[in-house]
């Protein structure tokens, strides 16, 4: 079992920058791929980021790539989100997913509670 807590989220400019962390919890978290997805209001959930057990690999989704960047650090058992450049468009409740190595949120086994980020004019 891997338990999510997701922290960082807030209000902030556009152009403004902000850091997600994902805490993870359970022997497992080192060993499984990780992913960033992201909802806003009205919309479906669409992937963000994706980052593979060691960090050695990382995957993005084509509208954040350049801004947005994803790492992990395991003896902290935390996997980060650097948000750079923030869009309006990048208004949305945050989500850490653990255990699946794609863009399909269904691959993904775990689920954090999400965080929301709110980008303002």
């Known amino acids: 079992q891997v338990r999510l807590v997701e922290s960082g989220g807030g209000l902030v400019q556009a152009g403004g920058d902000l850091r997600l962390s994902c805490a993870g919890s359970g022997r497992a978290f080192g060993l499984l791929s990780m992913g960033w997805f992201r909802q806003a209001p009205g919309k479906e959930r669409e992937f963000v980021a994706g980052?593979?057990?060691?960090?050695?690999?990382?995957w993005y989704a084509d509208s954040v790539k350049g801004r947005f960047t994803i790492s992990r650090d395991n003896d902290k058992n935390t996997v980060y989100l650097q948000l750079n450049n923030l869009k309006l468009d990048d208004t949305a409740v945050y989500y850490c997913?653990?255990?699946?190595?794609?863009?399909?949120?269904?691959?993904?086994?775990?689920w954090g509670q999400g965080t929301q980020v709110t980008v303002s004019s």
């Open positions: 997913a653990a255990g699946g190595a794609s863009m399909r949120g269904d691959d993904y086994r775990y």
């Open positions: 980052i593979s057990w060691n960090g050695g690999t990382t």
